[in-house]
């Protein structure tokens, strides 16, 4: 068995980026290159409808909604979850692409035209060429939301001790007594590099420190951890 020499070479000292576990690590730690491999990965399975459309065509709208999700937009999310508007929109872009051919619908929003409400048997409905207006018929919340929400749910599971990672090792806990808040906060690590200040750990005991004392105090799993949207 034959073992790449570039394997043993510490991740970003090169001047290309390394792929680790699905993972594209650049040196500057951006991750812009693996918001665009993940991105054109995603469209490149959405830009299919005619086949998906074809096999799907007599299924609910929610079967079809399933056939063009990309997990591979969230896969190990916490540890490249983007901070840039940039990727940040790009990432929501393959969203609303997905949304539009779920729906089949590829028109222009028409704001004063009332015959574009396209209604369903449930009270919700949505205007034609809208993609805001799809992904909330549909029920997708935004992808950034639902990095959150699993960024949170990691942190409960290493404060729980859920999870293979030390508590006492990445998280401090605040001293003193606090009058806002709960009682299980965390010190924010400090950093003047956007890279390790938009990290996992300091960027989510921001949003950990932030959640209502009724969140964090009351649950008792993490099938009951529930935060507010």
């Not at 079809?64 to 916490?78: F, I, N």
């Not at 001790?161 to 401090?172: K, N």
Request: glycine content about 4%; hydrophobic content about 30%; proline content about 7%.
């Amino acid at each position: 068995m034959t073992f790449g020499h570039w394997r043993c070479q510490p991740w970003g000292t090169g001047a290309h980026p390394h792929r680790s576990l699905g993972i594209t690590i650049d040196s500057k730690l951006t991750f812009n290159e693996h918001v665009d491999n993940i991105c054109k990965k995603a469209n490149s399975c959405n830009s299919r409808p005619a086949f998906i459309s074809r096999n799907t065509k007599k299924c609910p709208v929610q079967v079809k909604a399933t056939a063009y999700k990309t997990p591979q937009l969230e896969y190990a999310s916490s540890s490249w979850s983007p901070h840039t508007k940039r990727n940040i929109d790009k990432i929501e872009g393959v969203q609303r692409h997905a949304a539009r051919a779920t729906l089949n619908d590829w028109s222009r929003p028409k704001s004063t035209d009332t015959a574009n409400v396209i209604t369903s048997p449930s009270p919700t409905q949505y205007s034609r060429g809208s993609s805001s207006s799809m992904l909330e018929f549909l029920g997708w919340k935004p992808l950034e939301q639902r990095r959150l929400h699993c960024n949170l749910s990691s942190m409960y599971k290493i404060d729980q001790d859920i999870v293979a990672i030390p508590a006492t090792v990445y998280l401090q806990p605040v001293t003193g007594y606090t009058t806002r808040g709960h009682n299980r906060k965390f010190v924010v690590p400090q950093s003047r590099i956007n890279a390790y200040r938009h990290s996992f750990i300091p960027s989510t005991v921001m949003l950990w420190n932030s959640l209502p004392t009724s969140v964090v105090m009351s649950s008792s799993s993490l099938a009951t951890f529930q935060f507010p949207n």
